[in-house]
């Protein structure tokens, strides 16, 4: 495997970097999971507005330019010969000293990793997930914007290690105020009395890319869908839930915290947003 870092395509084993990098040290850095399928990257330029985004509100300079990273990021998967991955680009900090000071790393290291992704196994698309409310709640906004997509996943690891304590392979996360956020590493949607409701990002939800393609899909469909405020007990009572992320893509939640959800298995608009999202996967994105 050929991984790119600053400015290299680098043999797997060579891809290193420094004990000193902040990114190491503090979880001080930004990163992007993309999707390529069929040569196509799904909504690269989306995900790399995110990344400066995430980058500009941590006052970390970009190494490249949004035309040179999508380059970069093609490029890597041409290196491979990859027509479907899962691409990681990374910015850390870069390397400095032991205190915290960014200001005293020279300079970002940026790397991109294209590879293979293990999504959930195939039965939990067609029968759907269980899934748990976990203790740990979601970092508080005015602590740190769970809409940067730092280094700093510790808070979601947290949850996903409850998960696992419960037997589930996700879990919602709920913010402070006890509002549903998100789950660990997925948005969240439910689907009651035909509309498609999920939590607005100012809940501490990560502005998902899947989820955007969510609000696009359901306008095609002529599906009603908004943002509200939603509690453990609008998930209980829903019809249908379904998660989204750039790895997961749309998989549907039969059940929450041993309650089921509508009929138990999934939903027929889960299905036809599904549908939908795999037919767009094929056609949308950028050419490599
Ligand atoms: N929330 C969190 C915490 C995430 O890490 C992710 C990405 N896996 C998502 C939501 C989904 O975002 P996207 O659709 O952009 O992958």
Not at 59 to 66: A, K, N
Not at 146 to 151: A, D, Q
Not at 236 to 244: G, I, K, M, R, Y
Request: aromatic share 8%.
């Amino acid at each position: 495997m050929k991984i790119y870092l600053d400015g290299k395509f680098v043999d797997e084993a060579d891809a290193k970097v420094s004990v000193f990098d902040h990114g190491l040290l503090y979880g001080d850095g930004v990163f992007e999971g993309i999707r390529l399928y069929g040569g196509n990257i799904f909504r690269l330029d989306e995900h790399l507005e995110r990344l400066e985004y995430s980058a500009k509100a941590i006052l970390l300079p970009m190494p490249l330019s949004r035309k040179e990273l999508s380059e970069v990021t093609c490029e890597t998967c041409r290196q491979n010969k990859l027509t479907d991955a899962y691409i990681r680009l990374v910015i850390t900090r870069g390397v400095g000293d032991l205190g915290l000071a960014p200001w005293l790393c020279a300079k970002p290291s940026l790397f991109v990793i294209a590879s293979k992704i293990a999504l959930y196994p195939k039965e939990h698309y067609e029968n759907g997930l269980s899934i748990v409310t976990v203790p740990t709640r979601r970092i508080n906004p005015a602590a740190l914007p769970p809409t940067i997509k730092s280094l700093n996943y510790l808070n979601n690891i947290l949850g996903k290690i409850e998960a696992r304590q419960f037997g589930a392979l996700e879990a919602i996360m709920l913010n402070d105020q006890g509002y549903i956020a998100e789950c660990t590493a997925d948005n969240v949607f439910v689907v009651h009395k035909g509309e498609i409701i999920t939590p607005a990002a100012s809940q501490g939800a990560l502005k998902g890319i899947t989820r955007s393609t969510i609000f696009d899909i359901a306008k095609e469909l002529k599906l009603p869908i908004r943002e509200a405020d939603m509690t453990r007990y609008d998930v209980w009572v829903s019809d249908e839930c379904f998660l989204t992320g750039s790895g997961a893509e749309v998989i549907p939640v039969v059940k929450l915290d041993g309650r089921e959800i509508g009929t138990g298995k999934p939903g027929p608009i889960t299905q036809q947003v599904l549908a939908s999202f795999r037919r767009r996967v094929l056609v949308e994105g950028a050419r490599i």
